[in-house]
């Protein structure tokens, strides 16, 4: 009987190091990737930013030498976004030595595409993992910095170190974008090209504020909605 009852208790721990997953399923099942990150747009200066780290891959993919102008164009309707895109990359070109045209004629267009999505609310993030422990730990090494000097942790002292644990935890925090994943996102992708074929591309993807969604709407001949992402 015993025999048995281990038998028993053996499986059972398998199962249970094992996930208790089925061999079987009708349909993959369903994981997360692993983690990463994507900034979030929340000032002008971010789109600053966006545009330097775009304009120098397209530079560093251009032919070289380049014969002939650049021209900076936004295809269809633009927007607050696009607009400053547009100023932002001309002043990366020109400061990078490429020739930039006012007029298209005869000039290799460059081009500034934006497509906006709007994805389901409610996507968590596990992001909160260890920073309790760094706020305690913070805490903890404060308090007894305070007793080492004084001999014992006063009220003052205790105080202190809660407040310095706080600064700690908004410190690890610091990374970290405020409030819930947003639903809007932005694809944003720049390219130069002659008539016949592509010379240098590359495409971004980030958050947007909710809030700021109409700041990009207008740059995307469409707004796609994922429905039921999660």
Not at 121 to 129: C, H, L, P, T
Not at 169 to 182: C, I, L, M, N
Request: net charge neutral; proline share 5%.
């Amino acid at each position: 009987m015993k025999l048995f009852m281990r038998a028993g208790t053996a499986i059972l721990a398998a199962l249970v190091v094992g996930g208790c997953a089925a061999p079987y399923s009708e349909a993959p099942q369903a994981i997360n990737f692993p983690t990463s990150q994507q900034e979030k747009l929340q000032a002008a200066a971010h789109w600053e930013v966006v545009s330097t780290d775009l304009a120098r891959e397209i530079m560093a993919s251009l032919p070289t030498p380049l014969t002939g102008n650049l021209h900076v164009a936004i295809p269809g309707e633009s927007s607050p976004f696009t607009e400053v895109m547009k100023e932002e990359l001309i002043t990366q070109l020109v400061r990078g030595g490429y020739p930039v045209a006012k007029s298209p004629d005869a000039a290799l267009s460059v081009e500034i595409d934006t497509q906006v999505l709007k994805f389901s609310a409610g996507r968590g993030q596990g992001r909160g993992i260890g920073v309790p422990t760094a706020l305690a730990a913070g805490a903890w090494a404060v308090r007894t910095l305070s007793t080492e000097v004084s001999g014992k942790t006063t009220a003052a002292a205790t105080a202190t170190a809660g407040l310095i644990g706080v600064d700690l935890y908004r410190w690890f925090k610091a990374q970290s974008a405020w409030g819930a994943t947003p639903q809007t996102e932005i694809v944003v992708s720049v390219s130069v090209a002659d008539e016949s074929r592509y010379l240098a591309r590359a495409t971004h993807v980030y958050y947007v504020a909710d809030s700021d969604r109409a700041l990009y709407d207008a740059a995307a001949t469409k707004v796609f909605y994922v429905v039921g992402a999660r």
